[in-house]
């Protein structure tokens, strides 16, 4: 479905008010990004879509705020919800800069910091900012409500 607004039903895309390649590019490596990595568990993406020199804002605790830690954020995070889904809800650049408006599903099958596995079906939402340069995410800043995982 797609309204004349160009909403495919799917998620919602603003930020660049005529469709430029730069605003597309940026916005297609953080789409690719989440999906490849979250959606389809390929590890890979990281170093295809993440720069030498990235620097998360945000890390995980106790893990390096590099590409080193989103692989293992995400396996922190695919063993304690194995059937963890991502999806983007809405995506939004401006610049180098893009916004990914996220809803993680998923059923907590495993230990999380810590905590044992509840069986409980959760649903956290978030964003994820990334800047761009050259093709890559060289900055990332996420926030998360995290409360859903209790």
Same mark, same amino acid.
């Given at each position: 479905?797609?309204?004349?607004?160009?909403?495919?039903?799917?998620?919602?895309?603003?930020?660049?008010?005529?469709? @430029?390649?730069?605003?597309?590019?940026?916005?297609? !490596?953080?789409?690719?990004?989440?999906?490849?990595?979250? *959606?389809? &568990? +390929? $590890?890979?993406?990281?170093?295809?879509?993440?720069?030498?020199?990235?620097?998360?804002?945000?890390p995980q605790a106790g893990l390096a705020p590099n590409r080193d830690g989103v692989k293992k954020t995400y396996n922190l995070?695919?063993?304690?919800?194995?059937?963890?889904?991502?999806?983007? @809800?809405?995506?939004?650049?401006?610049?180098?800069? !893009?916004?990914?408006?996220?809803?993680?599903?998923?059923? *907590?099958? &495993? +230990? $999380?910091?810590?905590?044992?596995?509840?069986?409980?079906?959760?649903?956290?939402?978030?964003?994820?900012?990334?800047?761009?340069?050259?093709?890559?995410?060289?900055?990332?800043?996420?926030?998360?409500?995290?409360?859903?995982?209790?």
């Amino acid at each position: 479905m797609t309204d004349s607004g160009g909403y495919t039903g799917q998620y919602r895309e603003s930020g660049t008010s005529s469709r @430029t390649s730069r605003g597309d590019d940026v916005k297609n !490596v953080t789409r690719r990004a989440i999906d490849g990595l979250w *959606n389809n &568990g +390929d $590890l890979n993406v990281v170093d295809e879509f993440y720069a030498s020199n990235y620097v998360d804002h945000t890390p995980q605790a106790g893990l390096a705020p590099n590409r080193d830690g989103v692989k293992k954020t995400y396996n922190l995070y695919h063993k304690a919800f194995p059937d963890l889904n991502t999806q983007i @809800t809405d995506l939004i650049a401006e610049g180098d800069r !893009v916004c990914a408006v996220v809803q993680a599903h998923g059923t *907590n099958q &495993g +230990d $999380l910091l810590g905590m044992p596995p509840t069986g409980k079906s959760v649903t956290l939402e978030g964003c994820v900012i990334n800047r761009i340069s050259n093709g890559k995410i060289v900055e990332s800043w996420e926030y998360f409500d995290q409360l859903g995982l209790f």
